[in-house]
């Protein structure tokens, strides 16, 4: 039980308890409706009065199968353990409703605290198991974001939801899906996204030490050549924090005007030698 794991447990708890407020105290507080499993939960809510807390935990487990077989042994683990929280989260929030004349408020702050408990739980490597567990293998087979993997699946289930809800509540559900998905995008790649920037000058030694210098970040020296000159160049390659770009682009200006430079998104940088 190391340090990380029990921050990721904490994480995985109050990311649960956000995601059941977002469902019991907005959602379903607006007679709105959610994606994945527990929408279809919703909906059994509403056609047949059956408990969300009962029917999530009912469907997830059937849907566990699944990713035993696709996904690793620790993302299940966390994923099992979120099940057991998610269902006793939406049991014990299952009377906390926030009750408005103003539809707008569930839709936007329903969207934002599932989006934030789900990218909370994704983001330590578990899934809310449902849907999330067929995103996670879209982006891991199919190269496509999680979140707008989930989006797309979360898409059918509320056409479905047109049987239990008006058109105007299926809509605003679509509103509130869209939130979450940003939310969550913006948990899982990163509070503090990357830069990286590709440097092709003609004083490249120059460039790198006052990088080095005044920037605060290493440089990689790279050998390229020029197709149409057949020249060798010195390439730079350098990744920084994004409100360094401003710096290091007036530097870039400063010491070399004709310099070509692209600028990258980077969303998640591992290694030592990035702090």
Do not use: C
Not at 81 to 102: A, K, P
Request: a neutral charge.
């Amino acid at each position: 039980m190391t340090q990380q794991t029990l921050i990721n447990l904490a994480t995985v708890i109050f990311g649960s308890f956000i995601f059941s407020i977002g469902v019991n105290t907005f959602m379903i507080a607006g007679n709105l409706g959610e994606g994945g499993v527990t929408g279809i939960a919703i909906i059994l809510l509403y056609a047949f009065d059956i408990s969300p807390a009962i029917s999530t935990f009912v469907l997830n487990a059937l849907l566990l199968a699944v990713g035993f077989k696709f996904l690793s042994k620790r993302s299940m683990y966390y994923t099992i353990f979120v099940v057991f929280l998610m269902s006793f989260f939406l049991w014990m929030t299952e009377t906390w409703h926030i009750e408005t004349d103003e539809i707008l408020i569930n839709t936007v702050f329903g969207g934002m605290f599932v989006g934030l408990g789900i990218g909370l739980i994704i983001r330590i490597g578990a899934t809310t198991a449902g849907t999330t567990i067929l995103a996670q293998l879209a982006n891991k087979y199919l190269d496509v974001n999680v979140s707008y993997a989930l989006l797309f699946f979360d898409m059918i289930v509320i056409t479905i939801g047109l049987s239990v809800m008006t058109f105007e509540q299926v809509l605003l559900t679509v509103i509130a899906l869209y939130i979450a998905a940003k939310v969550m995008d913006f948990i899982i790649e990163g509070m503090n996204p990357k830069k990286a920037i590709t440097i092709i000058s003609e004083h490249p030694e120059l460039l790198g030490k006052m990088i080095n210098s005044e920037i605060g970040r290493g440089v990689t020296s790279m050998n390229g050549k020029g197709f149409y000159t057949q020249e060798d160049k010195d390439i730079l390659y350098v990744v920084i924090n994004k409100n360094q770009l401003t710096r290091i682009k007036r530097l870039i200006k400063k010491y070399d005007d004709n310099a070509f430079v692209v600028v990258h998104d980077v969303n998640s940088v591992l290694g030592n030698y990035f702090i």
